[in-house]
């Protein structure tokens, strides 16, 4: 699309893509109500119409065409009603057959070609209105165009024969009943094509979520863990404790599974998660890294402050109880610390912060250990 097409289509139809189908429709209507006055002024011209009346009529098709499309590019109607585009469907419909019921009564021996574009109307609704809106404005249709065939058999009998009118009012009935068929077995495929977005969404949402959720835990797993730390060092790019990791391994957490039995186990790992969840900062992420071990990364973050986060940890996980998983059961763990320097000491990060951990169990556990720090310049080295 070349830029002129492209300034265009923003200026007739907004930056905001919500309303672009339902815009363009409307545009389509002014465009349908520009043809229509085109007609009657032939109409007009060769003496079928009155051209005062034409021109009234004309006035109200276009006001309500602009005035619809003015309401909707405002972006009002997004505020409004949840709905949208679609709340405007009823009224610009109705508004339409008004304009259609006068073309009837004032267009005189061609009034049988109006019938035709009533059915236009229900055709444009097929796709915004519900079965019952259909059926609805398919009746008001025949309403209005029964009351002004009646009426005017009985004002200008010369004019509108009534039998005429009867004929007429029996073919609107038909056409109007099939329109109205049509739109209804269009509205349930529209409600069944939602159902089924709406199912596939979901579908995708829970796929997601086991893609970078582990199962037992809620907790982000550990590939999606990797992703998170890989994404928080490509924006920074200068070498400094950028981002520190903790392991942390839950102490005796065999002898749990052995003594109390696995679902005692799978318990405990999932207060565990709920009771990290409750202490990290905003922004870190805590991860199952496997069976009994978790990675806590956290961005920006020297080791010291790391640290003093996993205290914070092992004083929340003091407190709390495990009684109802197993009588008398008590939890601790033991966690090493490592700061990462940038993309390129990731795994090392990693891998010092196990050593670390593991140094934290053979001191005594139920303790964290930071693992000595490295230099940019060993970084770069590697």
Not at 66 to 85: E, P
Request: aromatic share 6%.
């Amino acid at each position: 699309m070349n830029p002129s097409s492209s300034r265009l289509r923003l200026l007739l139809l907004g930056a905001d893509s919500r309303l672009h189908q339902a815009l363009s429709q409307c545009l389509l209507v002014l465009g349908i109500y520009l043809a229509f006055a085109v007609g009657q002024h032939v109409e007009v011209i060769v003496g079928l119409l009155d051209e005062g009346d034409s021109w009234r009529l004309t006035a109200w098709n276009l006001l309500g065409g602009f005035g619809f499309y003015a309401l909707l590019r405002s972006g009002l109607t997004l505020r409004w009603n949840s709905a949208g585009a679609r709340a405007l469907a009823i009224p610009q419909s109705l508004w339409a057959m008004v304009g259609i019921a006068w073309s009837y009564a004032i267009t005189g021996p061609a009034r049988g070609s109006v019938i035709l574009i009533m059915l236009l109307i229900i055709n444009f609704g097929m796709f915004s209105l519900t079965t019952k809106q259909a059926r609805g404005l398919a009746g008001a249709a025949l309403a209005m165009l029964g009351v002004v065939m009646l009426s005017k058999a009985l004002t200008e009998p010369g004019r509108y024969d009534p039998r005429v009118e009867a004929v007429h009012f029996a073919f609107t009935g038909i056409v109007l009943l099939s329109a109205s068929m049509l739109a209804v077995r269009i509205g349930g495929l529209r409600a069944r094509l939602e159902q089924q977005r709406t199912e596939l969404r979901q579908a995708l949402q829970h796929i997601q979520a086991l893609a970078t959720c582990d199962e037992l835990t809620g907790l982000t797993n550990r590939r999606a863990a990797m992703e998170r730390m890989q994404q928080e060092l490509a924006v920074r790019k200068r070498m400094e404790p950028l981002m520190s990791v903790a392991l942390i391994d839950l102490d005796h957490f065999k002898r749990i599974n052995d003594t109390h039995g696995h679902a005692a186990g799978d318990a405990v790992l999932r207060r565990f998660a709920d009771c990290a969840r409750a202490t990290v900062r905003v922004g870190d992420t805590m991860a199952r890294w496997g069976g009994e071990e978790f990675l806590l990364v956290m961005p920006a973050t020297s080791a010291a402050d790391a640290m003093r986060a996993m205290e914070r940890l092992r004083e929340q996980l003091r407190q709390q109880r495990f009684d109802d998983i197993a009588a008398g059961l008590q939890l601790s763990f033991s966690a090493g610390v490592a700061e990462c320097l940038g993309p390129g000491d990731l795994e090392a990060a990693i891998e010092r912060a196990d050593h670390a951990m593991y140094q934290a169990k053979h001191g005594g556990r139920d303790r964290a250990v930071a693992a000595p720090g490295r230099s940019p310049a060993q970084v770069v080295a590697a």
